[in-house]
RNA sequence: GCCACCGUAGCUCAGUUUGGCAGAGCGGCUGAUUCGUAAUCAGCAGGUCGAGGGUUCAAGUCCCUCCGGUGGCUCCA
């Protein structure tokens, strides 16, 4: 028989060999690499008979697909380990993720020993090196074998008809499962399991609790050890703890979920307000303020009342009920309202930059990043259907600028008409069809989320990474055709009829508090000096230096420099320590040295050592990278 | 909101296993040092051990309730 390689090389095999035979023997040089295969486009283990001429191509480490077997059988491996511990524990799936794997149980509640004893016990049985068996059995052979397991009984009776039900064996464990896998547990020497939770069953109160395990595979010790080295890097960026260092902000343990900006933080939500406020400018915005409280009528128009009352914070007065706005829409929509409009207004373009609230289950609350109260960069442009097409294309360019800016990776994801939508489906998809032209025209890598848009219109979702490539959603732009129809806006158009004006909700950067959260993860606590509290720290060497840096302060300050002298008395080398701790970005120190030639020795945040600067070249060096808005100092 | 874990000085943490005097480093204050690019030295102050209740001769330590945080889950117009 002959078998087709991915190189397109034709090779003759006799048949039954399996399929890691033939790719040894194909690249027998990279074959180590090879834990699984794909055989005429379907998954299947090396150790896989071939018996009639097939394509058959390796699957490694790095191909997704290949990942994704490792991580399964990873979760095998740990579904192992659990039933040895605790032998009445159930196993139900153990599916790989973007992370790595889980696997979920029906169990007591897990303890930190139980953890433990996992981990000792995965390792000694990564080294046993067991082979994983697939074997194929009847229905009824697996309902036998699983009978006290109401979990895969009932995958067996889901099976579609017809499919074959297999079992892989590690050792004495056997799993019901499609595989394919590793070939042995030698190849799960890197799995580690991060933790378990408890998870909400979907199956209703009834149900019986099911705990999940969570972990990682790679397929080398050392693989692990530089992912977990990348885990502990990552904590120590935490925005939380940055924030928390550099006085930005802080919680009050009575106001949860209600960030506090400290006066640092509010420097650097000043700074990037004005920083969109010029853009707007630029753009054709206006800035609007509605009221933070609106009658909850406003909210049953609006469509908040059915969709969203249980995040939303209450007050009475006077017998009559509040509500906080958790979004701006509702006040722009009334603007717009409030008196006769005409197209000659559109696009209308109403910026908002108020306090929102939403009243966020306590579980979901998480530093900066997910928050009870907010203000977002946020806007409503009201436009008819054909300015949609450019008004979007203007948006993902300052998207473009925006991010650049940060120096920030984004990519979109166009969300598509849900099952249940408002509208007819001629307008959704011509919708739908605007939004992606004007992605692909951007150049930036984006997908399609089919079913996710909101029910009142197709979205835009933007994403950006941090450094170590976690993944955040931050902006998004939405097209509404509902919300202005039932606040019942219209505008007057060339024709002389009236006509329901599209509204545009967006937010670029989403809310000062997860951008901040998520640039400062990004930089590790090193913001751009534009956005710096302290831009410029000065330090005279001794006593008798310090009129000089006063004035050396005043003439900065005259340049609109954020500075400041250090002038305690610690020894030089702890005041620049502490200078570098703090992440100023600009420290100019002043001595005799620079008393005699009027210049200033500049050390540059990110450089090494320091350099002699003239003081008119000093302040045009930085006054120039705050005005640019440079990434780096 | 659900499950688990955590909460000791401003910060980071030891002490909780096995109940028996409240600890360290950094930071702060005071003094000495007048210093050339990531930590000079000495002294002092700083605590309702998250809050409340219980067990005990005795609770930071054991038990219960609540509050807050963390990791997941759910949610995310």
Partial sequence: MTVRLPDGSVREVPRGRTVGEILQAWRPEESATYLAAILDGVAV???????????????????????????HSAAHLVAKALTEIIPEAKPTHGPPTDEGFFYDFEVRPLTPEDLEEMRRVINRTARAGDRFQRREISRAEAEEMFATNP?????????????????????????????????????LEGVHVLGFSAVQSTEGSGAPPIQ????????TRAKLDAYLKMRKEAEA??????????QLFTFFEESPGFPVWLPNGMIVVRELERFVTEHLH?????????????????????????????????????????GWKPMNCP?????????????????????????????????????????????????????????IEQEIRVL????????????????????????????????????????????????????????????????????????????????????????????????????????????IHRTILGSWERFLGVLLE??????????????????????????????????????????????????????????????????AVVGDQEIGDGTVSLRIRGAKGSASFSRPEFIDRVSRRVRERAFEP
């Fill in 45 to 71: 283990d090396l150790d896989r008979r071939v018996e009639a001429g097939a394509a058959l191509s390796p699957l490694t480490f790095e191909d997704r697909a290949g990942r994704d077997i490792l991580q």
């Fill in 151 to 187: 979990h895969k009984l009932r995958y067996i009776h889901e099976a579609p008809e017809g499919e074959t039900v297999s079992v892989y064996s590690t050792g004495d464990f056997v799993d019901l499962c499609r595989g394919p896998h590793v070939p042995d547990t030698h190849w």
């Fill in 212 to 219: 999940r395990v969570r972990g990682v595979g790679f397929p």
């Fill in 237 to 246: 960026r935490d925005h939380r703890a940055v924030g928390a260092k550099l």
């Fill in 282 to 322: 630029e753009s054709g915005y206006s800035e609007v303020r509605t009221p933070l409280l609106f009658d909850v009528s406003v909210y049953q128009t609006s469509g908040h009342w059915e969709h969203y009352r249980e995040n939303m914070f209450l007050t009475t007065s006077e017998d009559r009920t509040f």
């Fill in 331 to 387: 006040g722009s929509m009334m603007i717009f309202r409030s008196r006769a409009r005409s197209y000659r207004e559109l696009p209308l373009r109403l910026a908002e930059f108020a306090p929102l609230h939403r009243n966020e289950a306590s579980g979901t609350l998480h530093g900066m990043t997910r928050v009870r109260e907010f203000v977002q960069d946020d806007a409503h442009l009201f436009v008819s259907e054909d300015q």
């Fill in 396 to 503: 993902l360019e300052w998207v473009r600028s925006a991010f650049t800016t940060f120096h920030l990776e984004w990519s979109y994801e166009l969300s598509t008409r849900p099952a249940t939508y408002l509208g007819d489906q001629e307008t959704w998809d011509r919708a739908e069809a605007t939004l992606e032209k004007v992605l692909k025209e951007s150049g930036v890598q984006y997908r399609v989320s089919p079913g996710e848009g909101a029910f009142y219109g197709p979205k835009i979702d933007i994403h950006i990474r941090d450094s170590i490539g976690r993944p955040w959603q931050t902006g998004t732009i939405q097209l509404d055709y509902q919300q202005p129809i039932r606040f019942a806006l219209e505008y007057q158009g060339a024709d002389g009829k009236m006509h329901a004006p599209v509204v």
């Fill in 522 to 587: 990004h930089c590790n606590g090193r913001l751009p000096p534009w956005l710096c509290p302290v831009q410029v720290r000065i330090l005279p060497v001794a006593d008798r230096h310090v009129e000089l840096a006063r004035g050396l302060l005043e003439e900065l300050r005259a340049s609109h420099l954020r500075v400041e002298v250090s002038d305690t008395l610690e020894t030089l080398p702890k005041r620049v320590r502490e200078a570098e701790v703090d992440r100023v970005p600009y420290i």
